[in-house]
C-alpha cells in the first residue's frame, strides 16, 4: 500500500494534463491527497487545536513547533492580544469596505506612518494580506514598457504579481548578481527596470546578497524592491530587517513584507517614497479592490511593532536560538545549505523518505516541521523546513535536537 502511494506522489502532477469537457474531471481523478490522509501520510492541512508560539496542541497532544514564522513569538504577547481585542470592540471586525472608499482609519494611517519611521523610509501603505503587496505593487508598476527581473527562488507572490502585470520577466540565478548584471545588459534603452529580490529566501533561509544587487541596479538605473517577510525581526538592528542589515535602507527604494510573520497578525505593508506608494494604491487593481484590513489585525501590528522597540532582546535570542540549532543539525551531518537565519532547511532529496522523516517526527517525537516536496521545490530536491522562535527554551531546542538526530539516522539522511 504505501509502495503504491510512493508511486502515484511521483506521479501526481499528470493530473493536471487531464483534459475533457467537463472541467473537473482532473478533480474528480485526484485522489492521492484521499489516499494519504487513510495512510497517515498526508503533512498539510493538519488543523492545530491549539498553538502558543513555540508549542501546540495537535489532535490532543503537545508537540514541539519548527513549522512557525511566529519568529518573536509575538502572537501570545499580552500587549497584542490587549489591542486587538481593544481594537474589536472600539471598531468592530471588519471595514465591510475598500481602503479606496469607506475602509481608511486613522488606525491604518498610524500603522503606515509607524512602519515608515521603524524603516526610515518617507512612506508606509498598509494591505490585506502580505500576498497582496507584490500583485498589486508590480500590477501597478510593470507595464509593457517595464521589465521585472525576479531571483529564481524568489516568493510565488512575486511571480504571480508581475504575470497579473502582463508585463516582461526576467529570471536570473539564484542570488547571483553576475547573472542579473549581464541580464540587464540587454534592458532596451525605451525600458524600465524593476529588480526584486526576497531578502531572506523562505525555503533556504539564505540571506539575499544585497550590497551586491544594489550596487548592479545602480550600474543601469534600475529600482530595487526587497520581499523582506522573513526578515523583518530576524535580521538588522532592532530586527529592522534585510536592508538595515547591511546598512543600505537608502540604496533600496521599496521594502515589502507581511504581517503574518513577525508582526503577529494578517496584512501586508510597503514603504517608500510617498508618490510611489500613492501611484500603487491608486493603480494597484488588487489593492483598489479589496476589502480594508481588519481593525483588530492592524492594532496586533501596531502592538508588535512596539513590543520590538520595547524588547529588543527577543531578536537576539531568535538569533541566538536559531545559530544553536543550525551548528547542533550541521554537526550532526544534516545538509542545511547556505541559511544564515530562523529558517533552517533539511535538505534530504528523495521524496518519499522526506515523508517518511517528518511523519516519524511528529508521530514518535511531537515534533512539527514542514516537509517540502515538488512542486514546491524541484523534483529530488525535497526537504524538511525547519524554523525558530526567540520564545524556544534550550530544553526544547535540546529535545528537538535529540529527535532529529534519532530518526535522521533511522531512515539513513544522516551518518549513523
Known sequence: MASDLQSQIAARDAVLSI??????????????????????????????????GPEAVLEGRRVLMFGSNNYLGLT?????????????????????????????????CELE??????HGKEAGLVFTTGYM????????????????????????SIYDGVQLAGGKLVRYRHNNPDDLDKKLERLEPEEGALIITDGVFSTAGSVA????????AKKHGARILVDDAH??????????????HFGLVDQVDLIGGTFSKTLASVGGWLVG??????FIQHFGRSFVFAAAPAPSCVAAAIAALQVMAEEPERAERLRENFTYMRLGLQGMGYKTGPTETAVIPLYIGDE?????????????????????????????????????MATHTREQLDRGLEAFRKYGRKHEVIPG
Do not use: C
Open 19 to 52: 483534459g475533457g469537457r467537463d472541467i473537473f474531471g482532473k478533480a474528480h481523478a485526484w485522489e492521492i491527497a484521499d489516499q494519504a490522509r487513510a495512510m497517515g501520510f498526508y503533512p498539510y492541512f493538519r488543523p492545530l487545536d491549539y498553538n502558543d
Open 352 to 388: 518519499w523518505k522526506t515523508i517518511m522523516l517528518w511523519k516519524d517526527l511528529l508521530e514518535e517525537a511531537d515534533v512539527y516541521t514542514n516537509p517540502f516536496i515538488s512542486p514546491g521545490v524541484p523534483r529530488n530536491k525535497a526537504l524538511i523546513r525547519t524554523s525558530y
Open 76 to 108: 501570545t504577547h499580552p500587549k497584542v492580544r490587549e489591542y486587538a481585542l481593544e481594537a474589536v470592540r472600539k471598531y468592530g471586525t471588519s471595514m465591510t469596505g475598500s481602503r479606496l472608499l469607506n475602509g481608511t482609519m486613522k488606525l491604518h
Open 209 to 216: 546578497k544585497l550590497p551586491a544587487l544594489v550596487a548592479v
Open 273 to 278: 517614497e510617498r508618490r510611489v506608494l500613492d
Open 231 to 244: 526578515g523583518l525581526g530576524v535580521l538588522g538592528p532592532g530586527g529592522r530587517g534585510t536592508a538595515a
Open 133 to 156: 503587496v507584490n500583485l498589486a505593487s508590480l500590477q501597478a508598476l510593470i507595464t509593457k514598457k517595464a521589465v521585472a527581473y525576479l531571483d529564481m527562488e524568489d516568493h510565488a
Open 113 to 118: 506612518a509607524r512602519l515608515a519611521e521603524f
